[in-house]
């Protein structure tokens, strides 16, 4: 986010507000997103991934990614 320009960011917002939205859609609209976003207390991280760590977790979750794609081929 801090490398999209102010403008940008104001400009797609007035695109999501002048958007229809539709009720049976999976997320709202980015203006409301946004919104929502910018109303909470920001805190920095509590747990912060060096490189090794975050390769053990990615291969702890490796097993469970592969599934659904094993389970598409087989279908």
């Given at each position: 986010?801090?490398?999209?320009?102010?403008?940008?960011?104001?400009?797609?917002?007035?695109?999501?507000?002048?958007?229809?939205?539709?009720?049976?859609?999976?997320?709202p609209?980015?203006?409301?997103?946004?919104?929502?976003?910018?109303?909470?207390?920001h805190?920095?991280?509590?747990?912060?991934?060096?490189v090794?760590?975050?390769?053990?977790?990615?291969?702890?979750?490796?097993?469970?990614?592969?599934r659904?794609?094993?389970?598409?081929?087989?279908?």
């Amino acid at each position: 986010m801090a490398s999209i320009p102010e403008h940008e960011i104001e400009r797609r917002r007035r695109v999501s507000v002048l958007t229809a939205h539709a009720e049976d859609q999976t997320h709202p609209p980015t203006h409301l997103r946004r919104a929502a976003v910018e109303r909470r207390e920001h805190h920095a991280a509590a747990i912060v991934l060096d490189v090794a760590r975050n390769k053990e977790v990615d291969a702890a979750l490796d097993p469970a990614r592969r599934r659904p794609g094993r389970q598409f081929l087989r279908g």
